[in-house]
């Protein structure tokens, strides 16, 4: 078991630039969920996938984020049209249903928009 | 909307010392769990706590769920330095909704 993986784990980009992250969870586990953290502050969720189905989505998802998990396998989560706000860390997890969804967590993408 | 309030923000204290981190909300949580985090890496698990005055132990570590499943503590016993580092509670919602909502971190430094 290699635990949740993320690349890149630095991404250093000007405003207005896209970007893309990818996160591969552990193998056996159908949930997977993104979350973002600011300086400080705890993580907060961004969005979330059972096997393939995009399930629930946070309103701090704007339009210019979007998030897939083709096959139900990895992730990817792409920001167009960065802005200096878009700066954090980015957290991806995953997670085996059942009766607690105990959620364990990739060691996230630094995000830095100049 | 569910908040989870953490207190301290910050805590120093000296090796060998004992301290507790506390986790409140008004809502109730079907489980409630507690990371640890490191500079620029993701959190850590450290427990799940789901039955609602549940106590579990973890070495030095005490976690207790409180009765109405709407706050927790994470007690140290004799700090070490190597216990430095973020602690963050965590509740999972509910609701079919399965997102965990985070406090905001008590950011222990143990001095040697």
């Known amino acids: 078991d290699t635990g949740v993986s993320q690349n890149p784990r630095h991404k250093i980009t000007k405003r207005g630039q896209n970007v893309t992250f990818r996160c591969d969870p552990i193998?056996?586990?159908?949930?997977l969920y993104w979350y973002r953290q600011t300086l400080g502050q705890g993580p907060e969720f961004l969005t979330y996938f059972q096997n393939e189905a995009q399930l629930e989505k946070s309103r701090l998802l704007s339009d210019r984020f979007s998030a897939e998990r083709p096959k139900g396998s990895f992730s990817t989560l792409e920001i167009q049209r960065t802005e200096q706000g878009d700066s954090a860390m980015y957290l991806c997890?995953?997670?085996?249903?059942?009766?607690?969804?105990?959620?364990?967590f990739g060691p996230g993408t630094r995000l830095t928009v100049l | 909307t569910q908040l989870l309030e953490q207190s301290p923000q910050f805590l120093s204290i000296q090796e060998g010392e004992n301290l507790t981190v506390y986790c409140n909300s008004s809502?109730?949580?079907?489980?409630l769990q507690w990371y640890r985090q490191e500079p620029g890496e993701g959190p850590v698990l450290l427990v799940t706590v789901v039955t609602g005055g549940e106590v579990k132990k973890l070495k030095r570590l005490t976690f207790q769920f409180g009765d109405a499943r709407k706050d927790s503590s994470l007690h140290i016993t004799a700090a070490q330095p190597g216990d430095t580092g973020l602690y963050l509670c965590?509740?999972?919602?509910?609701?079919?909704?399965?997102?965990?909502?985070f406090g905001s971190g008590t950011r222990l430094l143990v001095r040697p």
């Open positions: 997890a995953s997670s085996y249903s059942g009766r607690t969804d105990t959620q364990y």
């Open positions: 809502s109730v949580f079907s489980s």
């Open positions: 965590a509740g999972e919602g509910g609701d079919s909704s399965y997102k965990l909502i």
């Open positions: 193998s056996e586990h159908n949930r």
